[in-house]
C-alpha cells in the first residue's frame, strides 16, 4: 500500500503520517504540503516519507517525480489518499458573522483550497487507483460543511467550500468505482482538533470537547482502516457514525 497525505505540515496530516508510519512501518508515504519547511523534523528525515511541495491551487506535477509514479505503480491499487488540506482564516480573514462580511477573495481562497484542490488532486493521482487492491479515498471535510445540521448560519467562506468538498466527494464516489473497482471514496468529520486552525478561537473551543491531533489521528486511521467498497459515498464521523450531508 501507498499513503498520500495532503496537508502534511498541518496539524491533522502530520499527525496521521506519524500513525500510518507506526502502524504499518516500512511502507511508503508521499507528502504533500505548501510548504516542507513546516513539516516535522522526523517526518523529514524518515526513510519511508517522500516530501512533495505541492499548492492546491495547481495540478499534481508528477512528471518531475517519478520517484512518486513508480511507488504508485508499486501499490498494484491500494493506494490510501488523504486530503488533509484546509483553509479557515489567515493573519487578515476571519470566519464571517454576518452576510456583510463576506470577501470575495477570502470566498475564493476557500473554495481553492477546501475543495478545488482535491479535485485536481484525485485527478492527476486517479490512474493509480486501479488494482486488484482497494484503494481509499478520502477528503477531511467537516461538520459545519452540514447542509441539514446547519442551524447557526455564519462562516460562509468556510461552510460553502466544504460543502462544496462534500458534493465532490458524492460524485467521485459514484464515479471513480465505475473506472477503478475496488474504490471507496468519503468525507470524513475529524471533530475539533487543537491546531493552528482552532487556535483563534479558544472562548468557543472551551465549551466543546476538543481532541488532540494525535487522537483525531487514531479516530481517522481506525475509519479508515476499517473502509469496503460498500462505505463509498458516506461523510463519517470520526467515530464512524454516519453524518447528514
Known amino acids: 500500500m501507498t499513503v498520500i497525505i495532503a496537508g502534511v505540515s498541518g496539524a491533522i496530516g502530520s499527525a496521521l503520517a506519524e500513525r500510518f508510519l507506526a502502524e504499518r512501518p516500512g511502507e511508503p ?13 522526523r517526518l523529514r528525515e524518515h526513510p519511508a516519507v517522500y516530501l ?20 504508485l505503480a508499486s501499490a498494484q491499487g491500494g493506494v490510501t489518499l488523504i486530503y488533509a488540506a484546509g483553509w479557515l482564516h489567515n493573519d487578515k480573514a476571519t470566519p464571517e458573522k454576518r452576510v456583510e462580511d463576506i470577501h470575495l477573495a477570502n470566498m475564493l481562497q476557500a473554495y481553492q483550497v477546501n475543495c478545488v484542490g482535491f479535485a ?11 488494482g486488484k ?8 471535510s467537516a ?13 460562509y467562506a468556510y461552510r460553502c467550500s466544504k460543502a462544496a468538498l462534500n458534493m465532490l466527494v458524492k460524485n467521485l464516489s ?6 477503478y473497482a475496488p474504490v471507496a471514496c468519503v468525507a470524513l468529520h475529524p471533530g475539533t482538533t487543537r491546531s493552528a486552525l482552532s487556535d483563534p478561537f479558544s472562548q468557543s473551543l472551551a465549551k466543546l470537547t476538543v481532541h ?26 470520526w467515530d464512524g457514525r454516519d453524518l447528514p450531508w
Do not use: Y
Not at 174 to 179: A, F, I, S, T, Y
Open 212 to 237: 488532540e491531533p494525535d487522537a483525531t489521528a487514531g479516530h481517522l486511521f481506525n475509519v479508515l482502516s476499517t473502509l469496503s467498497e460498500e462505505d463509498s459515498g458516506r461523510f463519517i464521523n
Open 120 to 130: 485536481l488532486l484525485v485527478q492527476a493521482l486517479s490512474p493509480w487507483f486501479r
Open 143 to 155: 461538520k459545519v460543511g452540514s447542509i441539514q445540521d446547519n442551524r447557526l448560519g455564519g462562516w
Open 174 to 179: 459514484v464515479e471513480l468505482p465505475r473506472k
Open 133 to 140: 487492491r482497494l484503494s481509499r479515498v478520502a477528503a477531511v
Open 29 to 41: 508515504l508521499i507528502g504533500l504540503a505548501r510548504q516542507l519547511d513546516g513539516v516535522s523534523e
Open 52 to 71: 512533495m511541495g505541492w499548492q492546491a491551487e495547481h495540478p499534481l506535477d508528477l512528471a518531475s517525480h517519478p520517484e512518486v509514479r513508480d511507488l
